[in-house]
């Protein structure tokens, strides 16, 4: 194959772009001490420059290329047409700080989407404004300490928080300054209520509660669990961002949670991965309305405007969120409607539990009970063999797959979790149960292949810790070739 690196493609002389002749005055360049004598500067034509760059996406791996299934993640395939929505000149070329008599459109969309999530939610008022879904936690939160603040209830020092739980949810109340305790599952993977029972006093602010948990399952005792909570003067946080499975079926609401975040990148269709962009917004019963993050749309007789609620915890950001997400998540929703949010929710599940009940021969299933979104095996059989989780993971590459999320939730050994989304038909399904059956005949046949994947990619295992301490972002034309 044709080399596609700068090093090889360059040469002296090339150029990739026609400048029109000077019609103005050069001026000065810098004193020569300031100009750079190294600079290492490529230099190539426009097409050898769009094959590069070509070469470059096409070595990544999306959810545009294939199978995508990482757990906890929701990465679903977005329909393209909301790009265009979101692209519309009325929508991007506004500014933040343009006068809201302006900029009607956008506020009204605004307006309506906290309605809608609201309602899809079953909670009574949305703020928009937080940018991913760690902000959300953060910002519910941040509401419960100043609502037990507001109240001189200064005894609430603790939250507490499953085991199973996503690593934000501990992170957040930390960084809020509450004291953390985790409460264990029990061993059909729903929170253990007895541990709950004695953990739950009055010094307990909150608990938050991811729901489906982490594992992929519906804890059915929630209502007990919300009771107890209630009883002894705590709030029901929970994490939504797993939303997935409950869209038109379940509320938080009704459940008798007081906060929720949603991941709008996640359930609500924005690709997303990579650092962003995101979107968490928080929804609350009557009690916490007043804290909401600001600024909130609100309406009357002269039509929209952002207020501020009377005790918000503040802004999380320069201006209002990310308002593209916002776009696509509105569109996404108005497309589908109610009867269509509840079919995305019934195939998620029954694209999850497909793959459960056809790899359940072939790999552990640690809590046997039909599951939501996601699916989480252990790979503890295969471990015994001297292959672990992420050597399959690694393999899976080689079969064209993106490896689903491993090790995560901490609470199941060897952690294979899987998360197929709605969006992903049977055939696709069924190319990746081959790869994983035939996987799992690897182990037992030729674990030694197992060892060395992947084989297929430019790059091969990486050294992940140096990668993310000390990433080595500079690049120098020079090295190139050493750092492929
Ligand atoms: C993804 C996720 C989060 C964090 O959301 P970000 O947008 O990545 O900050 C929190 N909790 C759960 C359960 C998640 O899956």
Same mark, same amino acid.
């Not at 545009?64 to 299934?69: A, L, N, R, S």
């Given at each position: 194959m044709?080399s596609?690196l700068?090093?090889d493609i ?7 772009c026609t400048?029109?002749p000077?019609?103005?005055?050069p ?6 001490e ?10 190539v034509?426009e097409?050898?420059?769009v094959r590069?760059f070509?070469h ?7 959810v ?6 990482l757990g ?7 329909p393209k047409?909301q ?5 519309l ?6 500014h933040?700080y343009q006068s809201?008599?302006?900029v009607q459109?956008?506020l009204?969309l605004?307006?309506e ?5 609201a309602e899809i939610v ?5 703020s ?7 902000q ?8 419960v300490?100043?609502?037990?603040q ?5 005894k609430?020092?603790k939250v507490l928080? +499953?085991?199973s $739980?996503? %690593?934000?949810?501990? *992170?957040?109340?930390?960084?809020? @300054?509450?004291? /953390?305790?985790?409460v264990?599952s029990?061993?059909k993977?729903?929170?253990?209520l007895?541990?709950?029972h ?5 010094e307990v602010a909150?608990?938050?509660l991811?729901?489906?948990t982490?594992?992929g399952?519906f804890d ?6 919300s009771?107890?909570v209630h009883g ?12 997935n499975s ?7 609401g ?5 906060c929720?975040q949603?991941?709008?990148h996640?359930?609500?269709s924005?690709?997303?991965g ?6 968490g917004?928080v929804?609350?019963k009557?009690?916490?309305?007043a ?5 909130i749309?609100?309406?009357?007789d002269?039509?929209y405007?952002?207020?501020? +609620?009377?005790? $918000?915890? %503040?802004?999380?950001? *320069?201006?209002?969120?990310?308002f @593209?997400v916002? /776009? ?6 108005r497309?589908?409607?109610?009867a269509?949010l ?5 195939d ?6 497909y ?5 359940r021969?072939?790999?552990h299933?640690?809590y ?15 471990k ?5 989780t992420f050597?399959?993971?690694?393999r899976?590459?080689?079969y064209g ?6 090790y995560?939730p901490l609470?199941?050994e060897?952690?294979?979790?899987i ?6 038909s049977k055939q696709?399904?069924d ?8 996987i799992a005949?690897?182990v037992e ?8 994947a992947p084989?297929?990619?430019p ?5 992940e ?5 000390q990433?080595d ?6 090295e ?5």
């Open positions: 044709e596609y700068l090093p360059s040469q002296p002389g090339k150029t990739g400048l029109p000077l019609d103005v005055t001026s000065e360049l810098p004193p020569r300031l100009l750079r004598q190294d600079l290492e500067l490529p230099e034509s097409v050898d420059l590069y070509t470059l996406s096409r070595l990544n791996y999306g545009d290329t294939g199978f995508y299934p906890s993640c929701t990465m679903k395939y977005n047409w790009e265009d929505i979101a692209r000149p009325g929508f991007a070329e506004i933040p809201a008599d302006s459109g956008a009204k605004m307006f989407l906290q309605a809608y999530l079953g909670m009574n008022a949305t928009l404004a937080p940018m991913a879904g760690a959300g936690e953060l910002a519910g939160i941040l509401m300490k100043d609502y037990y507001a109240q001189g209830d200064k609430r020092k928080v +499953p085991d $739980s996503h %690593g934000t949810n501990p *992170a957040t109340a930390a960084m809020c @300054g509450f004291e /953390i305790h985790s264990p029990d061993t993977g729903n929170l253990d007895k541990s709950l004695s953990l739950m006093t009055d909150a608990l938050t991811t729901l489906p982490t594992l399952l059915p005792q929630i209502a007990e669990i009771q107890l002894r003067g705590g709030l029901l946080i929970g994490d939504g961002a797993n939303l409950l869209l038109g079926r379940v509320k938080f009704d459940l008798g949670f007081d929720v949603l991941n709008l996640k359930t609500f924005t690709p997303h990579g650092g962003g962009p995101g979107s917004p929804c609350v009557p009690n916490l309305a804290f909401l993050p600001s600024p749309v609100t309406k009357d002269n039509g405007s952002f207020f501020s +609620p009377l005790h $918000s915890i %503040g802004s999380l950001g *320069a201006a209002y969120g990310n @593209g916002m /776009i696509k998540a509105y569109a996404y929703i497309s589908l409607g109610a269509g509840a079919e995305v929710s019934r998620a599940v029954i694209n999850a539990n793959l459960k009940e056809e790899l021969a072939d790999y299933l640690p046997d009970r039909t599951c939501m979104h996601e699916v989480v095996f252990s790979g503890k059989r295969q015994a063999k001297g292959v672990r050597d399959i993971a690694k899976l590459i080689d797959f993106h490896p689903p999320t491993i995560f609470i199941v060897e952690a294979l979790m998360e197929p989304t709605e969006t992903e696709t399904l190319s990746f149960i081959a790869a994983m059956k035939a005949r690897e046949e030729n674990p030694e292949i197992l060892h060395a084989h297929n990619t790059v091969r295992r990486l050294d810790t140096t990668a993310a301490r990433p972002l500079r690049w120098r034309m020079s190139e070739k050493s750092k492929l």
